[in-house]
């Protein structure tokens, strides 16, 4: 074999003898740092593949939706306001919507009710989403009462749940007749919640959204590229629980490699001393020392990196539920889609392996650099 | 076998999985795009603007269709008090509507 | 083999404790000899030893090895001639805590990149010739001072060196253990390999084993 890579492999088992010395030290650091590398890959793979998956499926959502503010609240739309948009050249559809928001008392949940053709559902029957389907037992057939703000009790019969693939979009869904829900909530007749528009050429979409303001100024337009570009922004670094999490395995990271580099023991130093003494090199010295942060880096980042992968894409980064499902009841069941950021990785590992091993480097350079023969004195 | 082969051997044995698993597990499966395609669908279908991943509040559950100022409740100090509002960000590009305010005022909105 | 020439040595040089350990040393070292330094502590032997060894250098004057002035090397080829050409045994022995014998005796070989069961083979013959095979796999901080001191031998000898530099080798022994370090002496003597050691204990330096013995005090050689 050659010299050069027998040395490193005499290096390797020296270091290795070394680290066996202090086992319990060394193998808790090797703990502490895979679990750091865990959290933060886990936390750097999820995000990304969820912020993958929204803006692949919110691709579909309507070009342009138009809300009504009144003093700076969203207020409903008023009988006549989709006849004033008139005829704007590229809107293909405009539909007025109707959707409302739920508290039920019986659970504690918060529901998304919205109003859908005589075709989908009929009056007296509603289609849930699953999540709720499954935090109130319901079956298709089953019936259910909702106490309305007014008080009323209102019965439906459930015609259908919707697909449990769908939880991440329709978690909470109840999906009712038009009739249904206008007296359900007491809405006003001929009033709706917002219109949606939709517009055949993409770059068009801004003009009508101009034209819109122009023709109705109390409007507020939501393009799809602001509904897709509030996905994209979603658990970004700077947001609050990421940014903690990031903070606190950033600050052990560093006081890892603190305790690294603060410094050797007399012990430590007596034996790069022997080692010079007994014909090691400089050189031969920092190459172990290189070798031991880079097995101990290496394992940590590999470990925690598949650790991660396996957490997030087989069990839904259970870690994180209980930060993501915060107050609400109703948390979707869903699995990613593994949407792997290579520029993520790589960062993670630049700033995992190359700092720890510099740490390890700098407590020895000086040891390394000095005449052995303070050894003969000791 | 000595230390050093062991360890170099797990090194390699952790890289390859390592390489297996970002390489070729990730991306879709035909069941994925299956699954994607539909909830895509699903969204074209009934309009849906939004994730239904935090059902705490209204602007949660809707981040994007959420007004300036829902965040304040009903309340100008009503400050923000969801955990998971605070993992949606405050719009950092000005809404379409806002544009011709860009550069005139201080602070976004 | 050796030769020293008008060798001087400071410590903290240009300081206000700055302290000359050699005045001025010229000694020829016979190769194939056993050569003692003898004085007492404070004489400066030490220091010429590994300034002899390599170990550091002199502030003033030459050594030559072999007829080569290696005083004034680049660290690098002066590493490469220590760990060819000169093996140590320290007073303290300084073996690694931690490691076996083995692992110990092949340390200095390992910068070279020799395979390492060559080196075992060769430690484990050594260990047999100083009789301690049978602890060879045993963790340093377990042997006794004898067996410790044979291993510290042993590892001195791993590279096969042509010089042998010993720093009060009988110092932590009694009596027995001392006689068997003087027939290891005279085992270097039959296989060619030149000995430089310091010593004050009179067994060692008055013994048939040493063949010359230099006096040294306060930093000069004295007449022996």
New interface residues.
């Given amino acids: 074999?050659?010299?050069?890579?027998?040395?490193q492999?005499?290096?390797?088992?020296?270091t290795?003898?070394?680290l066996?010395?202090r086992k319990t030290k060394n193998v808790g650091l090797l703990l502490a740092y895979t679990l750091i590398v865990f959290v933060l890959a886990s936390l750097s793979l999820f995000t990304h593949a969820l912020r993958s998956?929204?803006s692949?499926?919110?691709?579909?959502?309507?070009e342009v939706?138009l809300?009504r503010?009144v003093a700076?609240?969203?207020d409903l739309i008023p009988p006549g306001y989709l006849e004033r948009i008139g005829r704007i050249r590229g809107v293909q559809k405009k539909e007025g919507?109707l959707w409302g928001?739920y508290y039920d008392p019986v659970v504690n949940?918060?529901?998304?009710f919205?109003a859908?053709p005589a075709s989908e559902v009929a009056d007296g029957t509603i289609m849930v989403?699953s999540?709720l389907a499954r935090e109130r037992g319901l079956a298709p057939n089953n019936t259910i009462s909702f106490r309305s703000y007014a008080g009323k009790l209102f019965g439906f019969t459930v015609a259908a749940v919707?697909?449990p693939?769908?939880?991440?979009?329709?978690?909470?869904?109840v999906?009712l007749s038009e009739n249904d829900f206008r007296r359900f909530f007491e809405y006003p007749e001929g009033h709706y919640t917002?219109i949606?528009l939709s517009v055949a050429n993409p770059q068009e979409v801004?003009t009508v959204?101009a034209k819109l303001?122009t023709a109705l100024p109390d409007s507020?337009?939501?393009?799809r590229e602001?509904?897709l570009?509030?996905?994209q922004?979603?658990?970004?670094w700077?947001?609050?629980?990421?940014l903690t999490v990031l903070a606190g395995a950033i600050l052990a990271f560093a006081i890892l490699a603190w305790e690294k580099a603060s410094g050797l023991s007399a012990e430590e130093r007596?034996?790069i001393g022997?080692?010079?003494?007994?014909?090691?090199?400089?050189g031969?010295i920092i190459r172990m020392k290189v070798w031991e942060g880079l097995?101990i880096s290496?394992?940590a980042f590999?470990?925690g990196?598949?650790a991660a992968?396996v957490h997030v894409f087989h069990f839904g980064a259970a870690v994180f539920a209980p930060?993501?499902?915060?107050?609400?009841?109703?948390?979707?069941r869903f699995t990613l889609?593994?949407?792997?950021d290579g520029l993520q990785?790589a960062t993670l590992f630049f700033f995992t392996v190359v700092p720890y091993t510099a740490a390890v480097l700098v407590p020895i350079w000086r040891a390394a650099i000095t005449?052995?023969?303070a050894?003969?004195?000791? | 076998m000595?230390?050093?082969?062991v360890?170099?051997a797990?090194?390699a044995g952790?890289?390859l999985?390592?390489a297996v698993?970002?390489g070729h597990?990730?991306?879709?499966t035909a069941t994925?795009a299956e699954?994607?395609a539909?909830?895509?669908?699903?969204?074209?279908h009934?309009?849906?603007?939004?994730?239904?991943?935090?059902?705490?509040?209204?602007y949660?559950?809707?981040?994007?269709?959420a007004?300036?100022?829902?965040a304040f409740q009903d309340h100008p100090s009503a400050l923000e008090h969801?955990?998971?509002?605070?993992?949606?960000?405050p719009?950092?590009?000005p809404?379409?509507?806002d544009a011709s305010l860009a550069g005139k005022t201080t602070s976004p909105d | 083999m050796i030769e020293l020439t008008n060798i001087r040595k400071a410590f903290n040089q240009g300081r206000h404790n700055e302290y000359w350990a050699l005045h001025g040393i010229d000694l020829s070292v016979e190769a194939g000899k056993v050569t003692a330094l003898r004085g007492p502590s404070g004489s400066g032997k030490?220091t010429l030893?590994?300034i002899v060894g390599c170990?550091?250098?002199p502030t003033e004057g030459r050594v030559r090895f072999k007829g080569e002035d290696i005083s004034g090397l680049p660290?690098?080829f002066l590493?490469d001639i220590?760990?060819q050409s000169f093996g140590?045994v320290?007073?303290?022995f300084?073996?690694?805590?931690?490691?076996s014998a083995v692992?110990n005796i092949i340390?200095?070989g390992?910068?070279?990149?020799?395979?390492?069961r060559a080196l075992v083979e060769r430690a484990d013959e050594l260990l047999d010739q100083l009789k301690l095979g049978h602890r060879s796999r045993a963790r340093v901080e377990w042997l006794s001072g004898g067996e410790q001191q044979r291993v510290a031998i042993a590892?001195a000898l791993i590279?096969d060196p042509e010089v042998i530099i010993a720093?009060e080798p009988t110092a932590n022994l009694d009596t027995a253990l001392s006689r068997e370090f003087l027939a290891i002496l005279e085992g270097f003597t039959a296989a060619g390999k030149t000995v430089l050691l310091t010593s004050h204990d009179p067994l060692v330096v008055d013994s048939s084993a040493v063949h010359r013995v230099v006096g040294m005090r306060d930093g000069r050689l004295t007449a022996d």
């Fill in positions: 074999m050659h010299p050069w890579l027998e040395k492999l005499h290096l390797i088992d020296f290795l003898a070394s066996a010395r998956e929204a692949y499926v919110l691709a579909g959502s309507p939706i809300q503010m700076g609240r969203h919507r928001y949940a918060n529901y998304t919205m859908r989403g999540a919707l697909s693939d769908s939880e991440l979009l329709s978690a909470d869904l999906l917002d949606a801004r959204a303001s507020r337009p939501i393009l602001e509904v570009r509030t996905y922004s979603l658990f970004d700077r947001e609050g629980i990421v007596r034996e022997i080692l010079k003494a007994i014909g090691w090199e400089t031969d097995i290496l394992t590999l470990l990196g598949i992968y930060v993501l499902k915060g107050w609400s009841v109703l948390y979707p889609v593994p949407a792997v990785i005449d052995p023969d050894v003969m004195r000791a | 000595r230390p050093s082969t360890v170099l797990l090194l952790l890289a999985a390592f698993i970002f597990f990730s991306g879709s994925d699954r994607l539909a909830n895509r669908a699903l969204v074209e009934y309009g849906l603007t939004d994730l239904a991943l935090f059902t705490e509040a209204r949660t559950r809707h981040p994007s269709q007004d300036l100022h829902s969801f955990p998971t509002g605070s993992l949606v960000s719009r950092s590009l809404l379409f509507r | 030490t030893l590994t170990l550091s250098r660290e690098r590493t220590r760990r140590f320290f007073q303290q300084n073996l690694i805590k931690g490691l692992d340390l200095p390992m910068p070279t990149g020799r395979p390492r590892r590279n720093d």
